[in-house]
């Protein structure tokens, strides 16, 4: 195996062993073989809509899926990789009938095979190293990437009736150009920022089908205690599901509890009317052995991040959309889209509530709309010096040590200084005591870790407001961690709307070759971490 996709790969190279999130040599390569189909399909459909046809929303919806199955801690489950490639492989062969010319089409789109022989012996041929030079395939797995972390946001759109058939038709046709031998250098780094500019499309698609569904966020806290009635615990990002679960749950004697990236369902309007809605529990998606541990009651995974849990709370957890694990129960949706969570009600009926492991509340809620109510009190804070920087601290968290960098950064940042965050990078510093400034929290946490689009709506309202030219003249400087490929396209987003300067911790990406970084360097500032100490001075300066 070889996997370089996340920030926590073997010795910042690569994974060839074993996944160290726990994804095996098999899992590895049957996923690389989803990928490599499903750049064979996405080549038959550019190459139909080059021919005028329509490709069906089905389709579009069936390759994001693919895409977002294979993020890092989404499933860990074999027989779906095998299911979805052969179905990829029969979709494919079925649109193959209407294309008129064939030869140019790449060995993905044209080799076929219905044993599992057949598959296995084909995974070995098809993984990341195959691509020999190294630049080339730096920006073919940095496109890739993206577009697993954009099929993600996607994919919570769609299960939301909200869709952009251009957004997909981009996505497959940058996926079929990564098997182009033909492009350059340039043509590759000029398909990195169109990336991003979709990146930037689907995050605010994204953002309609939430707030549109849901309502604007808005100020709220959050209690982080328990309640005495069993609970179930529910975590990723899929917003659907969380109302699909308290509807279900209403008038059943069980709470609902919010994990990791669920936390900020809280800050939706449409949630609120939920009294057994309790509170969020934990941290992190790295903290979860622990955490579901002592939560006592049923876990519902509904995205990424998934570890693979311990046997004591194997039976408790369930998986459902784009996450799977072998030996845990996996929640389909019907025909109407109606997912039925009466195995997880009936489990939560027979458990002991939640163990506390802490009290109090956290403030959330900061996205656009309410940072824009507040965007007198803000800019009054400015420009009376108040407030002296913003600092965009989005993205994700993680297990490594290095990673408290994040936490001491925030507890270093003087007092004049604001934190803009966004996605589970902020259970670093949301529970610390940081205070506010005239009444404004020093964290405000926008949302998940596509909410970060409402970080970039708040910079560029602010640019308006002080009448700038330019993004990067704001008192703002973005300091984001990384961890899977979601935190990818929000990364090559912000490239593409001109934000300079990122540094990007806690270790630069193992896929950016020499020669890709250097690029990212020259054009955009891009920069690891240093030390708390001399990195505060640097953008203080
Ligand atoms: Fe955190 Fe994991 Fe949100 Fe990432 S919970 S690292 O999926 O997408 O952020
Ligand atoms: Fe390694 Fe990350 Fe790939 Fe898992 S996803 S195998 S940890 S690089």
Redesign the pocket.
Known sequence: MFCYQCQETAGCTGCTQFGVCGKSPALSRIQDLLIYTTKGLSAVTTALRAQGEEISAEVNHYITINLFTTIT?ANFDDEIFYQRVFETLSIKNRLLENLKDTSSLPDAALWSADTREALDEKSLTVGVLRTENEDVRSLRELIVYGLKGLAAYMKHANELRYDNAEISAFMQKALAATLDDTLSIDDLIGLTLETGKFGVDGMALLDSANTGTYGNPEITKVNIGVGSRPGILISG?DLRDLEQLLEQTQGTGVDVYTH??MLPAHYYPAFKKYKNFIGNYGN??WKQKEEFESFRGPILMT???VVPPAASYKNRLFTTGATGITGCVHIERDENGIKDFTPIIELAKTCEPPIEIEQGEIIGGFAHNQVLQLADQIVEAVKSGAIKKFFVMA???GRQKARNYYTDFAKALPKDTVILTA??AKYKYNKLDLGDINGIPRVLDAG??NDSYSLALIALKLKEVFELQDINELPLAFNIAW??Q??VIVLLSLLYLGVKNIHLGPTLPAFLSPNVAKVLVENFGIAGIGTVEDDIKLFLE
């Open positions: 801690n990002h990791s990236e992190a998606w995205t990424n991040c993205g994700c968290d996605g589970c998940q870790c961890y899977e979601k935190a």
